[in-house]
C-alpha cells in the first residue's frame, strides 16, 4: 500500500470514528429536523454509511468490516470511559455533575441501543452493498449505494429507537422521523460518494491487487 493509500484511508478510518462516537454522546437528545423528532446524532452517524460505502467500493469487503469491527470496540470503550467519568468523585469546587451526567452519563438502555443497531445495521450495509455490485457486475454505484443504506438505517433506526426509548417516547413517530431524514441524506450524498470513489480509484491500486 503506498503512501495515499495509508493517508487516504487513515483519514476514512479516522472520520468514521469520530462520526460514531460524536454520534452516540448526542443522541439521547431529540431535535426537530423538517416537522420530525430525531436524535441529534443523525446526521454524524449518517456520515459512517457514506464511508464505509466508500471504502466497501475502493478497497473491498473485508476492509470494511473491519473498520466496522473497530468502530464498535471503539463505541464500548467511549461508553466505558463516559460511564467511568460520570462515576468518579467530582472535585469539592466543581459544582457541573448533574449536568455533566445528564449529558455524558448515557443510561445503560441508549448503550445498549446504539451497540446493537450499529453492529446489525452496518454489517447488513456492507453485506448488501457487495450483493448488489456482484448482481449488477460492478455498475450503478449510485444503486447499491442508496439501497443498502437506506434498508441498513430502517434496521438501524428501528433498534436503536425500540431498545433506547420504547415506554418512555413516541416510538413510532420517532423511527419515522429518523428514518426519512436519513434517507435524505443518503440522496444528497450519492455525489460525493461517487467523487470520493473516482479520485480515489484513479489516485489507488486497484483495490483487487491490494
Known sequence: MNSF???????????FIGGLVVAALISSKIIM????PVPAGVLAYSITFLISDVVSEV????????????GFITLVMTSAIAWLAVIWPSAPFWSGQDSFAAVIG???RIVTASLIAYLVSQKHDIWLFHLLKKQTSGKHLWL????????????D???????????????????????????VIALLDTPIVYILCHILQRRMQPAEAL
Not at 425500540?162 to 434517507?183: C, H, N
Request: glycine share 8%.
Open 5 to 15: 493509500d495509508r493517508k487516504a484511508l487513515a483519514l476514512l478510518i479516522s472520520l
Open 33 to 36: 429536523v423538517a416537522g420530525f
Open 59 to 70: 478497497w473491498g469487503k473485508e476492509c470494511a468490516n473491519e473498520i466496522v469491527q473497530c
Open 106 to 108: 448515557s443510561t445503560p
Open 144 to 155: 447499491r449505494n442508496n439501497l443498502s443504506t437506506v434498508i441498513s438505517q430502517l434496521f
Open 157 to 183: 433506526s428501528t433498534i436503536f429507537v425500540s431498545i433506547a426509548f420504547w415506554g418512555i417516547l413516541p416510538v413510532g413517530e420517532i423511527i419515522l422521523g429518523q428514518w426519512l431524514v436519513k434517507m
